[in-house]
């Protein structure tokens, strides 16, 4: 069964903190840099336009103000939802190229109205090489909401952000999977403690990335669909550097493109989302290049015209437990990067990072992830180098992988089989356009939060 995608553009930076005192960041390029190498045509995907983002400007934020452009940002959300709304009303499959991380916000604030709507719960597969899971609880300050993104979409964090129309959470901690995490995130204890499953890079491939988007759509079985957000710092800066923070020991476009396959390749999956490709990293283009090869062919099972049609998982009796998270110890040290400016660290003086309550002990702040045994080493190669790419069309042998840290690829199908057929998870027909776009009456006034950037 195809589905028409839709592509829409989230151009924001307002998540991030600048780079420099006189710069800002570059990841609001990153649409028109993805549309330059053709991305519409080749998915032979509907414009459904641009959502342009309120000016940044940090203003005289200062860490413990709150989250900075949080106004902005949770204006920013509410147009954002009201899209990805539009376009699930019209039946087709909406590609939200961002932008920073924070357009998760809107986007989970879209299935959160659609989980209502059906009467069922819409999970999240977080594609990350951070868990962006700072919030008070765990933190001496948060402040760049690219960082926090999962935290407040999890409804920790302040009410103007985390509760935009009175809804919080927007996603459920059992309805989250993260995936690609590095295996010594700083927070990856408080994502066990919450009972968020995760599955860091050493485990994803050592299970393989067709393997994991499988796990993904099991741990998910009892929701009525998901939202996949990727963020592209995921793959190994040996391969994709041109992000705003490039940490060593993550997977390959071949991983992406397979894992992302994987995961579109059934109506529970109800969108993606792709962030923080820095095109001010990218002067001649090929990393861009790169990037929409690999989204074309991993969302080749959603509108081809070649491709299976999506299938459904089989459906649970009972709610069963979830499996393992799969952690497994570093592998090797890995070297420091050329930039390891996280996200999240301000360019002022650094405050301490201590953790805070429900923290683990261990945790060291983004400044020092350089520092930190990563779950493999990989070889020092650029984008240019990329070569061997898989296709749905065939997989190619394993010696072809850019990174020859594949090992064999297993030659099964990418997605879920299941004997039983089921239509698309949607709104119910009689519901009208426009249903998942309705705002509650309660929805708080972001600008009661002292904390919201006035700038």
Not at 14 to 19: E, N, V, Y
Not at 358 to 373: F, I, K, L, N, T
Not at 406 to 424: C, F, M, N, T, Y
Request: aromatic content about 4%.
């Amino acid at each position: 069964m195809m589905r028409r995608i839709a592509v829409l553009d989230a151009p924001t930076n307002l998540g991030l903190r600048p780079p420099t005192s006189t710069s800002v960041p570059g990841c609001g390029k990153a649409p028109g840099a993805l549309r330059d190498h053709d991305l519409l045509a080749r998915l032979r995907a509907r414009d459904a336009g641009c959502i342009t983002p309120p000016r940044y400007d940090p203003g005289d934020w200062r860490p413990g103000d709150g989250v900075c452009h949080a106004r902005e940002i949770a204006d920013y959300s509410l147009a954002l939802a009201e899209r990805i709304g539009s376009i699930i009303d019209r039946g087709e499959f909406p590609v939200v190229l961002g932008g920073d991380c924070s357009v998760l916000l809107g986007s989970a604030l879209a299935m959160h109205r659609l989980g209502e709507a059906v009467g069922g719960r819409i999970g999240l597969v977080f594609v990350d090489g951070h868990s962006d899971f700072r919030h008070p609880g765990n933190a001496s300050y948060v402040g760049a909401a690219a960082g926090e993104d999962l935290a407040l979409v999890t409804g920790r964090g302040q009410a103007d952000l985390a509760a935009l129309e009175g809804r919080r959470p927007y996603f459920r901690d059992v309805d989250v999977v993260v995936l690609g995490i590095r295996a010594q995130d700083e927070y990856r204890l408080d994502l066990q403690a919450a009972g968020i499953t995760t599955r860091p890079v050493p485990a994803l491939r050592a299970e393989g990335a067709a393997r994991t988007a499988q796990w993904a759509h099991e741990q998910l079985a009892d929701c009525a669909g998901y939202w996949v957000h990727i963020d592209v710092d995921v793959l190994d800066p040996a391969v994709m550097p041109a992000v705003d923070a490039p940490d060593p020991g993550g997977i390959a476009f071949a991983e992406l493109e397979i894992l992302l396959a994987g995961l579109v390749d059934t109506p529970h999956c109800l969108g993606v989302e792709l962030t923080v490709f820095d095109p001010d990293y990218d002067p001649d283009g090929s990393y861009a290049a790169e990037i929409v090869n690999t989204v074309v062919a991993g969302l080749a099972p959603v509108s081809a015209p070649e491709a299976v049609p999506p299938r459904l998982l089989s459906s649970r009796p009972t709610p069963s437990p979830r499996r393992g998270n799969g952690r497994t110890k570093a592998a090797a040290e890995r070297p420091d990067g050329p930039r390891t400016v996280h996200r999240d660290e301000a360019p002022y003086a650094a405050p301490d990072f201590a953790a805070g309550a429900g923290s683990s002990a261990d945790a060291q702040p983004d400044s020092v992830r350089a520092g930190e045994p990563s779950g493999v080493r990989v070889a020092e190669q650029t984008g240019a180098d990329v070569a061997g790419r898989l296709s749905l069309g065939g997989l190619a042998p394993a010696e072809s992988d850019p990174l020859r840290i594949l090992g064999p690829i297993h030659s099964e199908p990418v997605g879920v089989p299941a004997p039983v057929e089921r239509e698309p998870v949607g709104p119910p027909a009689s519901a009208g356009p426009g249903l998942l776009r309705r705002p509650s009456s309660t929805a708080p006034d972001p600008s009661d939060n002292p904390n919201a950037d006035t700038a």
